[in-house]
């Protein structure tokens, strides 16, 4: 049995049963990685302790020790989550090389729950795009379509699982970084209700949108690993206890499913709307009820989210101030100027565009026609989520208005990649959980057309309902049999590395 | 399009070293990511209260103790660029002193 097609589930239950070592596991896997990984560019570090790490497992197996719930099962880790193994780059110069005294309190859990850390991936840097273009260490391809981007920002763990290099990964959310790469490689990718999964390790880009989420091929691997990473953590503040939020179980019977009006409206790809109109045609001759829901001040979400989520990045990446990390410029004849020099030299150009943004944002004489006024507008959109959720269980639509876009196709045009995350967006605005689920292919269309590319639906629920999305993800999964057996195929990511 | 002169001085806020193509080149792009969020300003948000967390949950503070930390002081000054005497070091700031170094 070939270790690299079985899911999640099913590796940490032979592994368990002593079917499978993690050894042969691990190195079933890291065959993959060193085979394709120089044509998808997803991992930016290999963990070279993984097969000892695996090899102790085994030994514990051996010795009638309960492994975890994950046992033996490589995960991949998002590059901007720390661990004191490996460096955390972000993809950016400016911590490049540096290594973190402390692991982040989900790589602690995977660790427990008998996960083998496969290795650290690509993103965009510091979690900021929608391609995966803007890292310093090179852009990711998308395992169905060399020619495209695999999403961003945590493209390098999407690529990494739709190629089977792993078979599960850790991405970041802040207006939809696991949700949109999810669309367009075919994966379940979750963004956690807002203080559901610690953030202890998480290099802080926007703290009131940021969460850590789960990509994976199923959706059983997906809850797997959510429940591996939910839960209080009492060295983050934003972390939920159960007497603030008690976790919620999936409803019974059918599910009321909302259809968001503004999600199949202006700007969406005809391509995506026919998919997206095909699955809830289906949904609904399978029994469930469809809402028709509006959301009328989701069309400010793009807006105030690049004006909310880069005043808070203004001030999260303040530290980098060539003091405390890794980089430092040469020749700066004092302190201020070794401030400006190192951040000039370090930060990339969408970094830069994004903390120029919100140093405006929140500069004296702008604070309240930008700052103060995005966040009344998100008290408007949680205000309508919230009343939305009265008549339905979820809300459904596409997670990205488009199918995947070339490589270099936006990299010109920053708002048009904004808009990339339109739909996403709501969620992180509002605090709630939400899922992207894959939904289909568009058409192939000839031989140098692009072949037939992913396209995701987006369902989003209550806060602390996310094993409503997991009920949501299994029932789509038997509704769509042929999309859940579709993976990436080898050839494609061999024949460019040749 | 925004004025060269705000980009500057919002970079001069942001310690942020631009070249001069850097900052003709946001002062473009910021030009229309602002004029896009410009659209917020028509929204009727009279008597609204803005976000402050963004779920109705109790937020309650915790006991001010002492935590203790799994990580030494020693172990992030290793992780800078420079360090001794347990402190980061920085280039000189006052002028006269002994020991300023880079």
């Not at chain 1, 239950?13 to 044509?39: D, G, Q, Y």
């Not at chain 1, 994950?70 to 720390?82: C, T, Y």
């Not at chain 1, 996960?115 to 803007?134: H, P, Q, R, Y």
């Not at chain 1, 469930?288 to 001030?315: K, M, N």
Request: charged content about 20%; hydrophobic content about 45%.
């Amino acid at each position: 049995m070939d270790p690299c097609s079985l899911t999640a589930v099913a590796l940490a239950r032979a592994v368990k049963a002593r079917e499978l070592t993690a050894v042969a596991v691990w190195e079933a896997f890291e065959a993959r990685i060193r085979r394709f990984n120089p044509t998808l560019n997803a991992f930016l570090h290999v963990n070279p302790r993984a097969a000892a790490e695996a090899a102790a497992l085994d030994a514990r197996i051996a010795a009638g020790e309960d492994p975890g719930p994950l046992a033996g099962v490589p995960v991949a880790v998002k590059d901007n989550i720390v661990t004191c193994q490996m460096p955390t780059t972000c993809a950016s110069r400016i911590l490049e090389g540096w290594v973190s005294p402390y692991d982040a309190t989900v790589v602690k859990k995977l660790r427990a729950a008998g996960a083998v850390i496969a290795g650290k991936t690509n993103l965009d840097e510091f979690a900021m795009g929608g391609s995966n273009e803007n890292s310093a260490f090179g852009p990711v391809r998308n395992p169905w379509d060399l020619r495209q981007v695999p999403g961003g920002s945590s493209g390098g763990s999407a690529a990494a699982v739709a190629a089977r290099l792993v078979p599960l990964a850790l991405g970041s959310d802040t207006g939809g970084s696991v949700r949109q790469p999810a669309s367009f490689c075919h994966l379940h990718g979750l963004k956690p209700t807002y203080g559901r999964v610690s953030r202890h390790g998480l290099v802080a880009f926007a703290s009131s949108l940021d969460q850590i989420g789960p990509l994976a091929r199923t959706a059983d691997d997906a809850a797997l690993l959510f429940s591996v990473l939910a839960g209080h953590d009492p060295h983050d503040a934003t972390s939920l206890r159960p007497d603030q939020l008690a976790p919620a179980p999936a409803p019974e019977g059918p599910l009321r499913v909302g259809v968001v009006r503004e999600f199949l409206a202006e700007g969406l790809d005809p391509r995506v709307r026919g998919i997206i109109d095909a699955a809830l045609a289906n949904w609904k001759a399978a029994g469930a009820t469809l809402v028709d829901v509006s959301l009328p001040s989701a069309r400010y979400g793009i807006a105030i989210y690049y004006l909310l989520a880069t005043s808070e990045a203004s001030s999260n990446l303040s530290r980098y101030d060539g003091v405390r990390y890794a980089m430092r410029a040469v020749g700066a004849r004092n302190l201020e100027e070794l401030y400006s020099r190192t951040r000039g030299q370090g930060f990339g150009p969408e970094v830069k565009r994004r903390i120029l943004l919100g140093t405006y944002a929140l500069s004296a004489g702008y604070y309240d026609a930008y700052y103060r006024k995005a966040q009344q507008v998100r008290t408007l959109i949680r205000r309508e989520v919230s009343a939305a959720f009265e008549a339905c269980d979820v809300l459904a639509g596409p997670t990205v208005p488009t199918p995947p876009f070339g490589l270099g196709a936006l990299l010109g045009d920053p708002l048009s990649m904004y808009l990339s995350d339109m739909y996403a967006v709501v969620a992180n605005l509002a605090g709630v959980p939400a899922l992207s689920v894959p939904a289909g292919f568009t058409a192939a269309d000839g031989v140098d057309a692009p072949p037939a590319l992913p396209v995701g639906l987006q369902v989003m629920a209550r806060p602390g309902h996310e094993e409503t999305l997991f009920a949501f993800a299994r029932r789509h999964e038997a509704l769509f049999p042929e999309l859940a057996g579709r993976v990436a195929p080898d050839a494609l990511s061999e024949e460019v590395a040749r | 399009m925004i004025e060269r002169e705000t980009v500057l001085k919002i970079a001069r806020l942001a310690r942020l070293e631009l070249s001069a193509q850097e900052v003709e080149a946001m002062q473009g792009q910021l030009g229309r990511i602002l004029s896009y969020v410009e659209m917020i300003q028509g929204v009727d948000t009279e008597g609204v209260e803005p976000t402050a967390h963004v779920l109705d949950v109790n937020l309650t503070l915790r006991p001010d103790v002492p935590a203790e930390t799994e990580v030494p002081p020693a172990a992030y000054l290793k992780a800078a660029p420079d360090s001794g005497y347990g402190f980061f070091k920085v280039p000189r700031i006052v002028e006269g002193g002994e020991h300023g170094s880079v």
